[in-house]
């Protein structure tokens, strides 16, 4: 809907268990980014990766796993998660990370519940 | 520590009125922008102001930066029931690579 589209939408998961989030951007971006949103918390920049390079690891526990293949595709593996992981991931796109002004496209985001 | 953050957390107005929001950040900044969201979806980009600017318009939107006082407002004229959403601020450091921070956001509610 937005030219970022973000499967799957919904994901509930154990603590055990292996998942992964997948993200896609149609719009010729060079720059993409993972970002958490939990309740009454203001976003939170997870990974950035530029030209299929991380240039951004917030200090994000290992149980996250980003994966960049190309400039369209990023992925976020998750495994042995925490209930306290459980938030909206918003996946966005810009056309890179030092063209200036960034303006970032999101898709519509990852609902993760973790029991 | 939180770059931007927006005033009020929440507002409700009735249909028609002007919806203004605030946004206070702490560092120097290369840009503001902001964000609507509607519940439980992404972020849509509104409206970007660089620092060299003071106010800009889109639509019924109207945007004011003062690097003095590092703050921004965001004011929606005419307000409808459609731009009921949460409203974010974020703002573009100016060194190093390019990346957003964005504040806890306004939720904003039109009554019809």
């Known amino acids: 809907e937005t030219g970022v589209t973000q499967t799957p939408r919904h994901l509930v998961m154990g603590m055990t268990n292996k998942k992964s989030l997948k993200c ?24 950035v990766y530029n030209f299929k390079e991380q240039t951004e690891n917030n200090s994000v526990p290992s ?8 400039s369209s595709h990023l992925f976020l593996h998750l495994h042995t998660l925490q209930p306290e992981d459980s938030a909206l991931y918003l996946c966005a796109s810009s056309r890179g990370q030092f063209s200036g002004a960034n303006v970032l496209t999101f898709g519509a985001g990852s609902r993760l519940t973790v029991l | 520590s939180q770059q931007g ?23 120097s900044i290369n840009n503001l922008q902001w964000y609507r969201q509607n519940s439980g979806r992404g972020l849509v980009h509104l409206i970007l102001i660089r ?26 004229t005419a307000s409808r029931a459609a731009d009921t959403a949460s409203y ?17 956001g306004t939720r904003l509610t039109i009554n019809p």
Request: net charge positive.
């Open chain 1, 24 to 47: 896609e951007q149609h719009l010729g971006h060079n720059a993409m980014y993972w970002y958490k949103q939990s309740a009454k918390k203001p976003l939170e920049l997870m990974f």
């Open chain 2, 51 to 76: 620092s060299n600017e003071r106010e800009k318009h889109s639509g019924r939107l109207r945007v004011t930066l003062d690097t003095s006082k590092k703050s921004s407002s965001l004011l929606i």
């Open chain 1, 63 to 70: 149980r996250f796993s980003p994966e960049c293949p190309n």
């Open chain 2, 88 to 104: 974010f601020c974020a703002t573009g450091l100016i060194q190093g690579a390019q990346k957003l921070v964005f504040g806890q």
């Open chain 2, 5 to 27: 953050e927006e005033d009020p957390q929440a507002l409700s107005i009735q249909e028609g009125e002007n919806a203004t929001m605030n946004c206070s950040y702490k560092t």
